[in-house]
């Protein structure tokens, strides 16, 4: 039986130093499921990659049933129209999968060409609820809810019930993931006569990494840089709180990965996060309060019933979100 073809458009960076990202695993998946799967693009040079992405469409569009198409709301949000715009003429259908917790400010920036990019589209994918119910409001009904996935069976689960204040950051190193919010909750909690430390994982993006070596100087922080999920994975058994301090965000597949592991959560509730995890499964404190996270880590501390029920139910939240549950949608759209 021939395979089914598919292009997927994206930044495949992560041999580049950068963070893995959906290109690289959804693709990956998809290929187990008897697709053929093209990408593009890995150039890091911008420029290149944006012409290695129309290169591709060209080449490949002709060949395939769908392109897939990962939309974020900023500089790359115009890749996305411009592969569209050629997907239309070549009269394939293409999938937007929507990343960012911005995009619904794109929407009201560039309405014409939001029009044009996602009410021409087969189906926009929405990762999360709260994308989908903002596209929704703006006038968008071609849209689905497709959540990210993980293999669960790549997660071992190491309950946590009485924990010591180990604490585990992982992310790019960049600015809206607020890394030195981190490095401040570790200072606070050291004021508090606690005796903590900090792990930091991730590539760098945008100075940050630097500025956080800088802040956590004579600090018990480790900065491993970028690791491979199996080697943060691996780590992650001697931590025992995971915290996210970013700005902004849509459904970070961290979180889905911590929670797989049994490592109580606490998180800002920005952007996609509330519709992604709850108080059953994490603590949700304001963006940019290191107060608001040092009290949670220490009633973490102390009350080990909440956070035996945090690491439980933390994991059973994760197992939703496994590939052999949420490959059904994906086979179900490209059929």
Known sequence: ??????????????????????????SLLLEKEGFEVFTASSKHNKL?????????????GPKVSHVLIDTYST?????????????????????????????PERLSKSPGYSKRLFKGAKINVAPSKYLMEAFQRNGYHNIMHIPNSVEIRNYPFLL???IQPRLLWVR???????PLLAVEILKKLIDKGINVSLTMVGPEKDGSLEKCKIEAKGLPVTITGKLSRKQWIELSASHDIFINTTNFDNTPVSLIEAAALGLPIVTTNVGGIPFLVNQETSVLVPPNNADAFVNAITNLLED????ERLSRK???????????KVKKSWLALMS
Request: glycine share 6%.
């Open 314 to 324: 933390g994991r059973q939240a994760a197992e939703l979100f496994d590939w052999e």
């Open 48 to 60: 290149l990659r944006f012409f290695n992405m129309l290169v591709a469409t060209l080449r490949f």
């Open 160 to 162: 946590r019930k009485e």
């Open 304 to 307: 080990t019933v909440k956070t």
């Open 75 to 103: 500089q790359n949000f115009f890749y996305a129209v411009m592969v569209a715009w050629l997907c239309r003429i070549l009269a394939v259908a293409y999938v937007p999968i929507l990343h960012g917790g911005n995009l």
């Open 172 to 178: 790019s190193f960049a600015e809206i993931y607020n």
């Open 1 to 26: 039986m021939q395979k089914r073809g598919v292009l997927y458009i994206g930044n495949k960076l992560s041999e580049k130093g950068k963070t893995v990202s959906t290109i690289d695993t959804l």
